[in-house]
């Protein structure tokens, strides 16, 4: 990289104050070639004479001149092809300038800054540094290649269409989450042809299901494989709303899928809003059914096509995806990054994803994990692949989980995974060796866990619920309740199905540390093992726990009668007299009201039961909200009724 006193710098500002004052600067940093022009008419002509055509390096460039001002010169230098980089300097708004910068880098210049004036010494230092005489003009972008639909089909019909597959980063753990898949045409004579080649003209004949169910079916196998090698991830499918139409739809993606070996969870269907929906009930109800059956719905391209506002109130999504025409530069753009900004905390808000896409430098990176972004994918991360380079990348990537999980000292935590179902506990022992665990042990059965109890002590014990023999509540409860050789804070996570209401009420009245929900998604499992290991305890006397129902109903192998799930399991605190006092009575009524649950605290009362949307009971009147059954509700957030908790605030 060259330094500063190296470079051959232009100067155009048609005031003569500021243009010597940027020639006193750019001396004291060391240049000794500075070209001064007064206009950008006067510029071009520097530009283009002998001698000085392939010398200059860099040009500072003001906007407001007279003749030529600074954005006709930027276009002339633009059509010039000369590898000339850029530093706009101005006096007007902000705004203004980041978008004549965005109009530079269309120019295809290498722009290496905008400077408000007055111009400081620093900034302009901290520009100049920036310059890489490698960095090549951006060539022109060479017209799309055009093909007949009939050419289309037949590729399609000759299976020349192949997807690849682009990484999705979770930005918290820096581990590959999933992949969006990208459709390619491997044609025989033009090499990789990109989608803006036949995406369209299917679109507009009503073909694009060919390719669609093309994709969904060689993805799903892909994905198949990566699960049988241990690494759970989703693929990210696209969607077309001209599909939607078509009232069997849902129905046609699920069997595809299923027909693949993979469960609906693990495939996400991304909407893009380049298109209208033109018969929103049918396609309403392809979405919804989409929903019901497991997938994951993500809306693409955030804020660039129809009514985006509207469509995230009218479909259940639970991904929105931040079209890379925000994200690209945001970090130095101020209005971008409140745009970006703004959808990431209005996505949280909504209890959706944030995705980001566009992702290119360090830079961005850093920039959106400090906002707050759930995940990211770009360049930054990796190109799209096809599948064998992508399977070789998913066993090659490092991820920042080890290092994170060892800086907190929990990589050496003593794990027992217990599930009787091969398959699902080898997954969870490679998804925690993955996030850098090393000590874990596997049982298949409760049993055989407890004997493990006997010369073992574990930090953590993850646990199926439905399981042959002794079920993962009666196995908890021993633990609890002082019946096994098990300290009595162990961590607890149980593995259960939310569609078992029972289930979760007698969890949580033994004050587990977590639910995970099958099917197994890494992301998710990382967040819930170090949140539970890092919780504060908070149990009661063992003899506490003895009451909590365990003979549930609806597991294999349990024949015990049916619970009323009006019973529930939940935590009792005993009988609870009236005040004798009144004043004291009417103070405490003052004292009460109905919270969200983000605003719980310990320490407060609760003064009604709690109830899943089903009518099961998690806690009743009068217990006093640890950190513990706050995380649990927050947890079950989505089973709970909307209107709140009604707690007292202790004085």
Same mark, same amino acid.
């Given at each position: 990289?060259?330094?500063?006193?190296? &470079?051959?710098?232009?100067?155009?500002?048609?005031?003569? %104050?500021?243009?010597?004052?940027?020639?006193?600067?750019?001396?004291?940093?060391?240049?000794?070639?500075?070209?001064?022009?007064?206009?950008?008419?006067?510029?071009?002509?520097? !530009?283009?004479?002998?001698?000085?055509?392939?010398?200059?390096?860099?040009? &500072?460039?003001?906007?407001?001149? /007279?003749?030529?001002?600074?954005?006709?010169?930027?276009?002339?230098?633009?059509?010039?092809?000369?590898?000339?980089?850029?530093?706009?300097?101005?006096?007007?708004?902000?705004?203004?300038?980041? @978008?004549?910068?965005?109009?530079?880098?269309?120019?295809?210049?290498?722009?290496?800054?905008?400077?408000?004036?007055?111009?400081?010494?620093? +900034?302009?230092?901290?520009?100049?540094?920036?310059?890489?005489?490698?960095?090549?003009?951006?060539?022109?972008?060479?017209?799309?290649?055009?093909?007949?639909?009939?050419?289309?089909?037949?590729?399609?019909?000759?299976?020349?269409?192949?997807?690849?597959?682009? /990484?999705?980063?979770?930005?918290?753990?820096?581990?590959?989450?999933?992949?969006?898949?990208?459709?390619?045409?491997? +044609?025989?004579?033009?090499?990789?042809?990109?989608?803006?080649?036949? !995406?369209?003209?299917?679109?507009?004949?009503?073909?694009?299901?060919?390719?669609?169910?093309?994709?969904?079916?060689?993805?799903?196998?892909?994905?198949?494989?990566? *699960?049988?090698?241990?690494?759970?991830?989703?693929?990210?499918?696209?969607?077309?709303?001209?599909?939607?139409?078509?009232?069997?739809?849902?129905?046609?993606?699920?069997?595809?899928?299923?027909?693949?070996?993979?469960?609906?969870?693990?495939?996400?269907?991304?909407?893009?809003?380049?298109?209208?929906?033109?018969?929103?009930?049918?396609?309403?109800?392809?979405?919804?059914?989409?929903?019901?059956?497991?997938?994951?719905?993500?809306?693409?391209?955030?804020?660039?096509?129809?009514?985006?506002?509207?469509?995230?109130?009218?479909?259940?999504? @639970?991904?929105?995806?931040?079209?890379?025409?925000?994200?690209?530069?945001?970090?130095?753009?101020?209005?971008?990054?409140?745009?970006?900004?703004?959808?990431?905390?209005?996505?949280?808000?909504?209890?959706?994803?944030?995705?980001?896409?566009?992702?290119?430098?360090?830079?961005?990176?850093?920039?959106?994990?400090?906002?707050?972004?759930?995940?990211?994918?770009?360049? %930054?991360?990796?190109?799209?692949?096809?599948?064998?380079?992508?399977?070789?990348?998913?066993?090659?990537?490092?991820?920042?989980?080890?290092?994170?999980?060892?800086?907190?000292?929990?990589?050496?935590?003593?794990?027992?995974?217990?599930?009787?179902?091969?398959?699902?506990?080898?997954?969870?022992?490679?998804?925690?060796?993955?996030?850098?665990?090393?000590?874990?042990?596997?049982?298949?059965?409760?049993?055989?866990?407890?004997?493990?109890?006997?010369?073992?002590?574990?930090?953590?014990?993850?646990?199926?619920?439905?399981?042959?023999?002794?079920?993962? !509540?009666?196995?908890?409860?021993?633990?609890?309740?002082?019946?096994?050789?098990?300290?009595?804070?162990?961590? !607890?996570?149980?593995?259960?199905?939310?569609?078992?209401?029972?289930?979760?009420?007698?969890?949580?009245?033994?004050?587990?540390?977590?639910?995970?929900?099958? /099917?197994?998604?890494?992301?998710?499992?990382?967040?819930?093992?170090?949140?539970?290991?890092?919780?504060?305890?908070?149990?009661?006397? /063992?003899?506490?726990?003895?009451?909590?129902?365990?003979?549930?109903?609806?597991?294999?192998?349990?024949?015990?009668?049916?619970?009323?799930? *009006?019973?529930?399991?939940?935590?009792?605190?005993?009988?609870?007299?009236?005040?004798?006092?009144?004043?004291?009575?009417?103070?405490?009524?003052?004292?009460?009201?109905?919270?969200?649950? +983000?605003?719980?605290?310990?320490?407060?009362?609760?003064?009604?039961?709690?109830?899943?949307?089903?009518?099961?009971?998690?806690?009743?009147?009068?217990?006093?909200?640890?950190?513990?059954?706050?995380?649990?509700?927050?947890?079950?957030?989505?089973? &709970?009724?909307?209107?709140?908790?009604?707690?007292?605030?202790?004085?």
């Amino acid at each position: 990289m060259m330094k500063i006193s190296e &470079l051959n710098v232009l100067i155009v500002e048609d005031d003569d %104050f500021q243009r010597q004052t940027l020639s006193n600067m750019l001396r004291s940093l060391g240049v000794t070639s500075i070209f001064p022009a007064d206009n950008g008419r006067h510029a071009l002509e520097i !530009i283009r004479s002998e001698g000085a055509s392939n010398s200059i390096d860099v040009a &500072l460039c003001d906007l407001n001149m /007279p003749e030529m001002d600074g954005m006709e010169f930027l276009r002339h230098l633009g059509h010039e092809g000369r590898n000339i980089a850029v530093i706009i300097t101005s006096a007007l708004d902000g705004k203004l300038l980041a @978008s004549v910068a965005r109009m530079t880098k269309m120019y295809g210049i290498q722009l290496l800054g905008a400077i408000e004036k007055p111009i400081l010494l620093t +900034h302009l230092k901290e520009m100049l540094l920036k310059y890489d005489h490698s960095i090549k003009k951006e060539p022109q972008r060479v017209p799309s290649m055009s093909f007949t639909l009939e050419e289309i089909l037949h590729g399609i019909r000759e299976n020349q269409f192949v997807p690849f597959f682009q /990484p999705k980063v979770d930005v918290k753990t820096g581990r590959i989450v999933g992949s969006e898949v990208l459709a390619r045409w491997n +044609h025989p004579t033009h090499g990789v042809v990109g989608p803006n080649a036949f !995406i369209s003209p299917l679109e507009k004949s009503g073909n694009i299901d060919d390719l669609t169910f093309m994709m969904l079916e060689r993805s799903a196998a892909e994905c198949r494989l990566l *699960h049988n090698n241990g690494h759970l991830l989703t693929v990210s499918v696209n969607l077309s709303l001209v599909s939607l139409n078509d009232p069997a739809l849902a129905d046609r993606i699920t069997q595809t899928v299923r027909r693949a070996g993979i469960e609906p969870q693990y495939v996400v269907l991304e909407i893009t809003e380049s298109s209208a929906m033109t018969d929103m009930a049918s396609a309403l109800e392809n979405l919804a059914r989409l929903c019901m059956n497991g997938f994951s719905l993500s809306i693409d391209d955030y804020g660039t096509g129809y009514s985006s506002l509207q469509q995230l109130t009218r479909i259940a999504f @639970s991904e929105l995806k931040i079209d890379q025409s925000f994200v690209k530069d945001f970090a130095d753009n101020d209005a971008l990054r409140i745009v970006v900004e703004s959808s990431i905390d209005m996505a949280h808000k909504l209890r959706v994803k944030s995705v980001a896409e566009g992702v290119e430098t360090q830079q961005d990176w850093e920039a959106l994990k400090g906002i707050g972004c759930d995940t990211v994918q770009g360049y %930054f991360i990796a190109k799209p692949m096809d599948a064998r380079a992508f399977h070789d990348f998913v066993a090659n990537y490092k991820t920042a989980s080890s290092s994170l999980l060892s800086a907190q000292g929990q990589s050496k935590k003593n794990i027992l995974v217990v599930d009787d179902d091969d398959f699902t506990r080898k997954i969870l022992v490679r998804v925690l060796q993955d996030f850098g665990f090393d000590k874990i042990t596997g049982a298949d059965s409760a049993r055989s866990a407890i004997r493990l109890l006997e010369s073992n002590t574990f930090d953590l014990i993850i646990t199926d619920v439905d399981m042959q023999g002794m079920n993962g !509540i009666e196995f908890v409860q021993l633990i609890r309740s002082g019946k096994a050789n098990a300290k009595h804070d162990t961590r !607890i996570v149980v593995v259960t199905s939310f569609s078992q209401p029972e289930v979760i009420g007698s969890a949580f009245a033994l004050d587990i540390n977590g639910f995970l929900v099958k /099917p197994i998604i890494p992301a998710v499992v990382y967040e819930k093992i170090t949140h539970a290991l890092s919780e504060r305890p908070h149990f009661r006397a /063992p003899v506490a726990y003895d009451a909590v129902r365990t003979d549930l109903k609806g597991l294999s192998g349990s024949d015990h009668r049916p619970v009323n799930s *009006h019973d529930g399991a939940a935590i009792i605190i005993g009988d609870h007299k009236a005040a004798d006092n009144k004043v004291r009575a009417r103070r405490e009524s003052l004292m009460q009201h109905h919270l969200s649950l +983000h605003r719980l605290r310990p320490g407060m009362t609760l003064k009604e039961n709690v109830h899943l949307k089903d009518g099961t009971l998690i806690l009743s009147a009068g217990h006093i909200l640890s950190e513990l059954s706050i995380n649990r509700l927050n947890d079950l957030k989505a089973l &709970l009724p909307a209107i709140g908790i009604k707690v007292q605030e202790n004085p």
